[in-house]
DNA sequence: AATCGCGCCTGACGGC
DNA sequence: TGCCGTCAGGCGCGAT
């Protein structure tokens, strides 16, 4: 499942052979992903050159003279660049075909993904609109998740997953940067002191920095097959491990369910 | 305003 | 081998 770490991944995969590039015309075979992909969507990009490739939360942005395209990978999108005459696979329902004979395919299995278009600034579309800041920013720390949380007696990992909150944050990154931080997944968000807000922000930056890091040398050139997603080269502290003895100390991890997630915990470390 | 739970969808996996 | 039930999950949205 992309996390933000993995459309970064994508992101910079992507980009270089995408800026400068004419996109021709794209190919729609499915257009039932989370929202219906437009109908003109060909008619609106057809022969623009691509001047950036953005990320904002898990939204690529695609830059064009007239109009950015919005990608989501929803929960199974994958993004690749190949030749435009390879036959798609069957869950490959986008393609956006480049003036040089490549092209950018979009393949999603479960269809949670999207592709949008838009004339104004995409930042401003609906679905940017209300998004907290980005979680590698300055503006992301301690003091900002310490403000923001004052009063509110959701749990934690709620708290840090709400994407009007902080952007990004996934399942598995949330339960691995609450372990770091020694928090308790189900602890009320307003009851976490100024420092360990900090240290949890420290945790954020931390985990999601090392998937990229891990994203970028787990050999994706995004020009063959889609390399692994950056947490399988990733040490998970405790994401997927119940029962399974706590790295630190040794304690059997714990499994709860927290708003439909799953949610795992080292009893004796985080509190 | 804050919080909670739903539903979209398919592949993987376990049980029989 | 095959069938079936269950689970996974990003995230907007409607209900409370």
């Known amino acids: 499942m992309p996390e933000l770490p993995e459309v970064e991944t994508a992101r910079r995969g992507?980009?270089?052979?995408?800026?400068?590039?004419?996109?021709?015309?794209?190919?729609?075979?499915?257009?039932?992903?989370r929202w219906p992909v437009p109908r003109d969507l060909d008619a609106q990009i057809a022969g623009q050159?691509?001047?950036?490739?953005?990320?904002?939360?898990?939204?690529?942005?695609?830059?064009?003279?007239?109009?950015?395209?919005?990608?989501?990978?929803?929960?199974?999108?994958?993004?690749?660049?190949?030749?435009?005459?390879?036959?798609?696979?069957?869950?490959?329902?986008?393609?956006?075909?480049?003036?040089?004979?490549?092209?950018?395919?979009?393949?999603?299995?479960?269809r949670f993904g999207a592709v949008l278009f838009t004339r104004r600034d995409p930042l401003q579309h609906k679905l940017l609109r209300q998004l907290g800041p980005e979680p590698l920013s300055d503006e992301f720390d301690g003091d900002f998740l310490y403000v923001k949380s004052r009063g509110r007696k959701i749990a934690v990992k709620l708290f840090i997953m709400d994407s009007k909150m902080v952007v990004g944050i996934g399942n598995i990154y949330a339960n691995e940067a609450l372990f770091l931080a020694g928090i308790h997944p189900k602890r009320a968000a307003g009851r976490i002191s100024r420092e360990r807000c900090q240290r949890l922000s420290v945790a954020i930056k931390q985990v999601l920095r090392a998937a990229i890091r891990a994203g970028g040398t787990t050999l994706r050139d995004f020009t063959a097959e889609d390399g692994q997603p950056g947490y399988f080269s990733l040490k998970l502290n405790v994401y997927g491990r119940a029962g399974e003895p706590c790295l630190v100390c040794g304690t059997p991890i714990r499994h709860l369910t927290l708003g439909q997630r799953s949610t795992y915990y080292c009893p004796h470390c985080q509190h």
Do not use: T, W
């Open 14 to 33: 992507i980009a270089p052979h995408l800026v400068g590039q004419a996109i021709k015309r794209a190919i729609v075979r499915n257009r039932h992903l």
């Open 49 to 110: 050159v691509v001047r950036q490739v953005e990320r904002r939360g898990k939204y690529l942005l695609l830059r064009l003279p007239v109009g950015s395209l919005i990608l989501h990978l929803g929960m199974s999108g994958s993004l690749r660049i190949i030749d435009s005459d390879i036959p798609p696979d069957k869950h490959d329902h986008v393609d956006f075909v480049l003036a040089n004979g490549r092209c950018l395919r979009l393949r999603d299995p479960r």
